[in-house]
């Protein structure tokens, strides 16, 4: 890692809860102007390594430096820089949306005023409710409001749709698409959800046990594994099908799916294929699938030939 470009570095991050290692020596660079993809189950880490990003959470060792400063020691103008939202925004349920609003924009010289209207008018929320009486999807909304009328240069979304309906969803993922058109925003996004996700990242990085897994462009994952179905012209398949690192295999009656490590380009495919009479389609794996072969299948060693 040179750190050029780079809107957040992290070295042999350590983070322990007790017994428990949070993140163990996870190392990072976030390029400027990058949508990431941080992906991971609960307990992943996820959240703790966004929390470092900004300070909340100071590390047992290694570093972490965010917008060039070192996380621990952020500064209030370091701070107006970024935006943060989590699952759990907590908010100040006695005022209404609008007093919110004003009370927060008063913090941030880059407030943008036309965007805030705009937002506000999109999220259907009532500038004179009380936040208090919101339900979890119109607080998250107003969360995602705070984080993003005063446009800041790196934002930090953990689980940031998990409480939104489908449509205030595609909202914000449409959003998300707008903000990152100047190339100088940085985006981290972190969601279970990856189907959503899958439409705005061009990077992936893959958590399990506070450890990654896979710090990579999202095409060049793309690119990881291969599915493809197979079909006889007649007869049957043969046993073991020509390929190598086969993951996995479901066959049918003249018919079978294969999963592969490693795309297989026309040249593979017809030398693999040469002397058989099949019909062979190229599936499209979506994030989500991809994601499942990374954690079941983490290295090449001990791959079956079906």
Same mark, same amino acid.
């Given at each position: 890692?040179?750190?050029?470009?780079?809107?957040?570095?992290?070295?042999?991050?350590?983070?322990?809860?007790?017994?428990?290692?949070?993140?163990?020596?996870?190392?990072?660079?976030?390029?400027?102007?990058?949508?990431?993809?941080?992906?991971?189950?609960?307990?992943?880490?996820?959240?703790?390594?966004?929390?470092?990003?900004?300070?909340?959470?100071?590390?047992?060792?290694?570093?972490?430096?965010?917008?060039?400063?070192?996380?621990?020691?952020?500064?209030?103008?370091?701070?107006?820089?970024?935006?943060?939202?989590?699952?759990?925004?907590?908010?100040?349920?006695?005022?209404?949306?609008?007093?919110?609003?004003?009370?927060?924009?008063?913090?941030?010289?880059?407030?943008?005023?036309?965007?805030?209207?705009?937002?506000? @008018?999109?999220?259907?929320?009532? =500038?004179? *409710?009380?936040? $208090?009486?919101?339900?979890?999807?119109?607080?998250?909304? #107003?969360? &995602?409001?705070?984080?993003?009328?005063?446009?800041?240069?790196?934002?930090?979304?953990?689980?940031?749709?998990?409480?939104?309906?489908?449509?205030?969803?595609?909202?914000?993922?449409?959003?998300?698409?707008?903000?990152?058109?100047?190339?100088?925003?940085?985006?981290?996004?972190?969601?279970?959800?990856?189907?959503?996700?899958?439409?705005?990242?061009?990077?992936?990085?893959?958590?399990?046990?506070?450890?990654?897994?896979?710090?990579?462009?999202?095409?060049?994952?793309?690119?990881?594994?291969?599915?493809?179905?197979?079909?006889?012209?007649?007869?049957?398949?043969?046993?073991?099908?020509?390929?190598?690192?086969?993951?996995?295999?479901?066959?049918?009656?003249?018919?079978?799916?294969?999963?592969?490590?490693?795309? @297989?380009?026309?040249?593979?495919? =017809?030398? *693999?294929?040469? $002397?058989?009479?099949?019909?062979?389609?190229?599936?499209? #794996?979506? &994030?989500?699938?991809?994601?499942?072969?990374?954690?079941?299948?983490?290295?090449?060693?001990?791959?079956?030939?079906?």
């Amino acid at each position: 890692m040179n750190g050029v470009g780079a809107a957040v570095q992290v070295r042999d991050l350590t983070k322990r809860f007790g017994r428990t290692v949070a993140l163990d020596r996870v190392s990072l660079e976030v390029r400027t102007g990058s949508i990431v993809g941080l992906l991971g189950a609960n307990g992943a880490g996820k959240s703790t390594l966004l929390r470092h990003l900004i300070g909340m959470l100071l590390p047992d060792s290694g570093s972490c430096l965010t917008l060039g400063c070192e996380a621990r020691a952020l500064a209030a103008e370091h701070l107006a820089r970024i935006g943060y939202v989590h699952q759990d925004a907590q908010l100040l349920d006695w005022m209404t949306v609008r007093q919110f609003v004003r009370y927060v924009s008063a913090y941030y010289p880059s407030w943008n005023t036309a965007l805030e209207e705009r937002l506000l @008018a999109e999220s259907e929320l009532t =500038s004179g *409710a009380r936040i $208090g009486t919101l339900s979890p999807g119109q607080r998250q909304r #107003l969360a &995602l409001i705070i984080a993003i009328a005063f446009e800041p240069e790196l934002l930090l979304l953990d689980e940031p749709a998990a409480a939104l309906d489908p449509l205030a969803r595609m909202r914000f993922l449409d959003l998300l698409i707008s903000l990152i058109q100047d190339g100088q925003r940085t985006i981290v996004i972190s969601s279970h959800i990856l189907s959503d996700v899958e439409k705005v990242i061009d990077h992936v990085v893959i958590m399990d046990h506070g450890r990654i897994l896979r710090d990579l462009p999202l095409d060049r994952l793309q690119e990881e594994f291969c599915r493809l179905r197979l079909s006889a012209v007649q007869g049957t398949l043969p046993h073991p099908l020509p390929f190598d690192g086969i993951l996995e295999c479901r066959r049918g009656d003249g018919t079978a799916e294969v999963t592969l490590r490693g795309a @297989a380009g026309p040249a593979d495919l =017809s030398r *693999a294929l040469s $002397g058989l009479a099949c019909r062979v389609e190229t599936l499209p #794996l979506p &994030l989500e699938e991809l994601y499942r072969l990374v954690l079941t299948y983490p290295a090449a060693a001990g791959e079956a030939r079906p």
